[in-house]
């Protein structure tokens, strides 16, 4: 498949092109452009001038278009979760219930919330009556990751059209393609050209030049700490909005009195779902003691029991990491587990499942004996890898909990109540879910705090980063000389 750009309602080639490969065969099957400060020059100016016209159009013309474009996501959601298997590696199934369906929702969601975003006033009672402008801010670029790829594509595109901004969208190089074929149907749903485009390329080479081009309003980033750190460099000393959503080491933490069959099977998909490459992963198992040795065996035999496989086989649950040098980078840190004292109770190697014995697979591997400081617990591996720590009192397992620089999301499993908002107040990240896992209210705030992010996406709250406050006074009776 040759992916294109989309830029002022148009697709596009450049002369340079990456190879792009599909995970779970290892073969090169296409190619993208590696766009850079050319084309990102291009989409800037059409977006420019395009957001005058935009910026004025009815709210619920602009979500009008929104829903045509869901429309065309939902008369193509098979062929969107195939072309999301091949890409990513993730089972084909795990695309179709989820990534699809979601990258619909998005797009309907801010559809719909756009038409039901207030702003506020303030009386001076007598005096004078305040009021907020919310406005777009103009060309903002969206920047997102290769884990969910449409679906962290639409969460930031879609409130950032509704709120009648121009867009530069990136997805990430790994993963071009569900971006690109959503890229084909802009038009037809009715996008002014300009309005939204698409380009494709490295991060470092076309990212950085949107990320430090000077009509870009404002960056929203979905990715690596790392990568979020040397953006926030650029964006920050030039005053313009930013919102980075991060990496992170996330807590899953089990008190002997949980459910424990609802805890068990619940922890095997939060550590392993995606191959392990979700945000929200807990990657950190702390068990109160006296289940631990019970726990740990049963997900154990769980997780040895996961069948890798070809991600396009409807029947595969379990798929491959993203690419070569990901799965050399996961399996590095299993070796660095060992070199520091971890014991790995299961998996711990690279998988050669039939049929695709090329592909990048990473068996699921859970890891004990490792102190909460070693590298192991500590740096985000964004893998099938997790590891398992034992606590005796609630105050020590918020200690474990809390001892990273990270603070993204945390899981709970406790049937005493009292404890269960305890525990959760104490913890810091941005979600808490107790006694569930990845359980999503769009309107909800998502977000991390420390080094998983700055600010947050869902909701209002993505309305309120893509807009500008605007206060208008104005007095009621003649000013008195
Ligand atoms: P990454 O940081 O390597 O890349 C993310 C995106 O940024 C890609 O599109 C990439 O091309 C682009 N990019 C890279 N360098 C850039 C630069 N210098 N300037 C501008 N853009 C640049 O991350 P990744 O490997 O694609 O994704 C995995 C990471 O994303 C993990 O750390 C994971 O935790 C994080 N993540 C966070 C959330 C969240 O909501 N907090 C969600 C999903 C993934």
Sequence with gaps: ME?????????????????????????????????????????????????????????????????????????????????????????????????????????????????HFASQSHAMEGVAINYTLRKPLGVVACISP?????????????????????????????????????????????FPPGVFNVLHGLGPEVGEAMVTHPDIAAVSFT????????????????????????????????????????????????????QGQICLCGSRILVERPLYAKFRDALVAKASAMVAGDPLDSTTKFGAVVSEAHMNKILGHIAKAREEGGRVLCGGVRLHPKGVEQGFYVAPTIIEGLGPQCATNQEEIFGPVVTLQPFDTEEEALALANDTTYGLAATLWTTNLKRAHRVAAGIDSGIVWVNTW????????????????????????????????????????????
């Excluded at 997805?171 to 084909?184: C, G, K, M, N, Q």
């Design 438 to 481: 990845l359980l999503r209210d769009l309107r909800t705030p998502f977000g991390g705090v420390k080094s998983s992010g700055l600010g947050r996406e869902g909701g209002f709250e993505a309305f309120e980063f893509f807009t500008e406050p605007q206060n208008i006074c104005i007095q009621l009776s003649s000013s008195s000389s």
């Design 3 to 115: 992916v294109r750009n989309f830029v002022d309602g148009a697709l596009e080639t450049t002369a340079q092109v990456l190879e792009n490969v599909a995970p779970g065969t290892g073969e090169v099957y296409g190619t993208i452009p590696r766009s850079g400060k050319v084309e990102v020059d291009r989409a800037m100016a059409a977006a420019k001038r395009a957001f005058p016209g935009w910026a004025a159009t009815p709210a619920a013309k602009r979500a009008a278009c929104l829903e045509r474009l869901a429309d065309a996501v939902r008369d193509h959601a098979d062929m969107l979760a195939l072309a999301e298997a091949r890409d990513n590696g993730k089972p084909v199934s795990l695309a179709a219930q989820v990534d699809i369906p979601r990258a619909e929702k998005n797009l309907r969601f801010y559809a719909s919330g756009i038409q």
């Design 146 to 190: 290769w884990n969910l790829p449409l679906y962290l594509f639409t969460w930031k595109v879609a409130p950032a059209l509704a709120a009648g901004n121009c867009v530069v969208a990136k997805p990430s190089e790994l993963t071009p393609v569900t971006a690109y074929l959503l890229s084909t149907w802009i038009s037809d749903a009715g």
């Design 223 to 274: 990715g690596g700490t790392a990568t979020g750190a040397r953006i926030a460099g650029h964006v920050a000393p030039q005053f313009k909005k930013m919102s980075l959503e991060l990496g992170g080491k996330n807590p899953a933490i089990v008190f002997a009195d949980a459910d424990f069959e609802d805890a068990l099977k619940t922890t095997l998909r939060s550590s392993f779902a995606n």
